[in-house]
T-cell receptor
Framework: QKEVEQNSGPLSVPEGAIASLNCTYS??????FFWYRQYSGKSPELIMS????GDKEDGRFTAQLNKASQYVSLLIRDSQPSDSATYLC????????????FGKGTKLSVIP | DADVTQTPRNRITKTGKRIMLECSQT?????MYWYRQDPGLGLRLIYY???????NKGEISDGYSVSRQAQAKFSLSLESAIPNQTALYFC?????????????FGPGTRLTVT
């Protein structure tokens, strides 16, 4: 069974700090990785995608991928209370990478 | 206007009733998906479709059926609703041509089966 694992949290960080969210995946064939942000009762919103080893930065967000360790992370710099949400990690699975397997999410709380 | 819309947004129904959830998109994407989300279980794939003529079962298709009426429309039906189908249902789309399968979600339908 292909799995994506995340610490459920909650992860609490003070405002202005760096939040670090981690994810591991079991399928070595996974090619593409995504981070979604989901506010309570709302739909997942794609915030980052990463396809090759290394770092990818977009504003305050940095995604990191290490395929050898099967590890994906998301760093949020200068965390704001509006970043408080559940963050879902997803990885492609299946032939042709058309399906996503989602982790159960990490709940982040940014304390003012 | 929203790129992916779902109707209804909330629905309460009784056990045994047939209901349909609808999804429409203006993104021009060819691939469409139906997920359900339950507390503690995360997002699980019910069905997916690559185009009007291609429908595939996902992880948890039992008790559900789908119809792809057009490239932009994908409906999910519960033939005889049961209480454990109470969940948040999301439609999503992706663009095959992009090669990366980034999926974009609709606002969701909160379904309660009593």
């Amino acid at each position: 069974q292909k799995e994506v694992e995340q610490n459920s949290g909650p992860l609490s960080v003070p405002e202005g700090a760096i939040a670090s969210l981690n994810c591991t995946y079991s399928d070595r064939g996974s090619q593409s990785f995504f981070w979604y942000r989901q506010y309570s009762g709302k739909s997942p919103e794609l915030i980052m995608s990463i396809y090759s080893n290394g770092d990818k930065e977009d504003g305050r967000f940095t995604a990191q991928l290490n395929k050898a360790s099967q590890y994906v992370s998301l760093l949020i710099r200068d965390s704001q209370p509006s970043d408080s949400a559940t963050y879902l990690c997803a990885a492609t699975s299946g032939a042709g990478s058309y399906q996503l397997t989602f982790g159960k999410g990490t709940k982040l709380s940014v304390i003012p | 206007d929203a790129d992916v819309t779902q109707t209804p947004r909330n629905r309460i129904t009784k056990t045994g009733k047939r209901i349909m959830l609808e999804c429409s998109q203006t993104k021009g994407h060819d691939r469409m998906y139906w997920y359900r989300q339950d507390p503690g279980l995360g997002l699980r794939l019910i069905y997916y479709s690559f185009d009007v003529k291609d429908i595939n079962k996902g992880e948890i298709s039992d008790g559900y059926s789908v119809s792809r009426q057009a490239q932009a429309k994908f409906s999910l039906s519960l033939e005889s609703a049961i209480p454990n189908q109470t969940a948040l249902y999301f439609c999503a789309t992706s663009d095959w041509a992009s090669g990366f399968n980034e999926q974009y979600f609709g606002p969701g339908t909160r379904l309660t089966v009593t």
